[in-house]
C-alpha cells in the first residue's frame, strides 16, 4: 500500500507544472486525498483537499484560482494542476489519502492533527528566476 508522487521540477515563476499521485495496493476511489508542502525551514501545511465519494474540493487561499486538484478513480491517480506557480510556491510537495473525508479536510485546513493513512514521498517543487 503506497503512494507515488511525481511531476514536480525546476521553473520559471508563470510557469505549470502537474503533480500526479499514484496509489498502488488498493484503490484510491474510497480515499479523500490531501496535497501538502513544505517550505525549507516552514512547517508543513495543507495545499489542497478532493473528497472521495463527491470530489468537493478545498483549497489553501493563496493557491485558489490557481491550483486544480482532480481524481481519475480508474487511473487509480490524483492529480495537482498548479499554473501560475510563484516562488513562494517552492517546498517538497506530499499527497497522502484517508477513508475519512472531513478528517483529512480538518488536516488541511489546518484546524485538526492527526494520522492519515497513506502518504507519499514528496516531489520537490522550485520556482525560480
Known amino acids: 500500500v503506497q503512494l507515488q508522487a511525481s511531476g514536480g521540477g525546476l521553473v520559471h515563476p508563470g510557469s505549470s507544472l502537474r503533480l500526479a499521485c499514484a496509489a498502488s495496493?488498493?484503490?484510491?476511489?474510497?480515499?479523500?486525498i490531501g496535497w501538502f508542502r513544505q517550505a525549507p525551514g516552514k512547517e508543513r501545511e495543507g495545499v489542497s483537499w478532493?473528497?472521495?465519494?463527491?470530489?468537493?474540493?478545498y483549497y489553501k487561499e493563496s493557491v485558489k484560482g490557481r491550483f486544480t486538484i482532480s481524481r481519475d478513480n480508474a487511473k487509480n491517480t490524483a492529480y495537482l494542476e498548479m499554473n501560475n506557480l510563484k516562488p513562494e510556491d517552492t517546498a517538497v510537495y506530499y499527497c497522502a489519502a484517508d477513508h475519512r473525508d472531513q478528517h483529512t479536510l480538518f488536516i488541511i485546513k489546518g484546524v485538526a492533527k492527526g494520522h492519515l493513512e497513506v502518504w507519499g514521498q514528496g516531489t520537490q517543487v522550485t520556482v525560480s528566476s
Open positions: 495496493g488498493f484503490a484510491l476511489d474510497n480515499y479523500a
Open positions: 478532493i473528497s472521495s465519494l463527491h470530489g468537493d474540493t
